[in-house]
């Protein structure tokens, strides 16, 4: 098994799972992985995570472990931080952070205890495949999203962003936490609850990772508003197209 995608819900990998031939399921550390073929080219395994740094520590360290996989991306919706990213946008992480790490005054704020680092950097490959092919998705948003999907998430406007990615255990649907997170950590774009995790075991490993968020809402008071529907009409569809693209585009001429 050479690559993985995880996604913490369900409906953010349903159409990937859809895509799959010689499909088979199956159950390790109280989990479903879906192991098939992409276009009859590479194999592939689906994992859903759940939710949570732990969780999806677990799962990316079982398919280390079980299934062998060599590259690993971890895929899904987040809440916009950074200027510029609103809701039907895409971020692709270059460096992921916990936000929520502080063992000080033993350790500077946000450095993981003995690593001497508060971020773990993406691979630099699969960051420029999944960049590109979010760019592909935004030039093409017409022919993959009805009009009036479009007009209520603002996804003619959708942009691709390309920096930090910072992860904790606590949802963010409050104005005022959203704000601190932004001062104490400027150059964040999106805040969600797992890639950070999953970014620290694929370090322990030496397998290089990646990150890919549609952002579903602003982090702020409206996050609980906004999530269910987004994640119903947009997000696994913009997974489901990038992760495509990406994989086609690596595919043998």
Known sequence: MSLAILSALPQEQAGLRALLTDVSVVSRAGREFCVGRWRDQQDLVLALSRIGKVAAATTATTLIEHFGVTRMVFSGVAGGLGPGVTVGDVVVARDCLQHDMDASPLFPRHEVPLYARDRFACDADMAAGLLAAAQGLREGVAQHFEAPVRQQYGLDAMQVHSGLLISGDRFVSAADEAQ??????????????????????????????????????????????????????????????????????????
């Open 180 to 253: 601190a997170l932004v001062q104490r950590l400027p150059q964040a774009l999106a805040v969600e609850m797992e890639a950070a995790a999953v970014a620290q075991v694929c370090h322990d490993y030496g397998v290089p990772f990646a990150a890919l968020r549609t952002i579903s809402d602003r982090a702020d008071d409206q996050a609980h508003v906004d999530f269910p529907a987004f994640l119903e009409a947009v997000a696994g569809r913009c997974t489901t197209l990038i992760v495509q693209r990406w994989l086609d585009a690596q595919a043998p001429a």
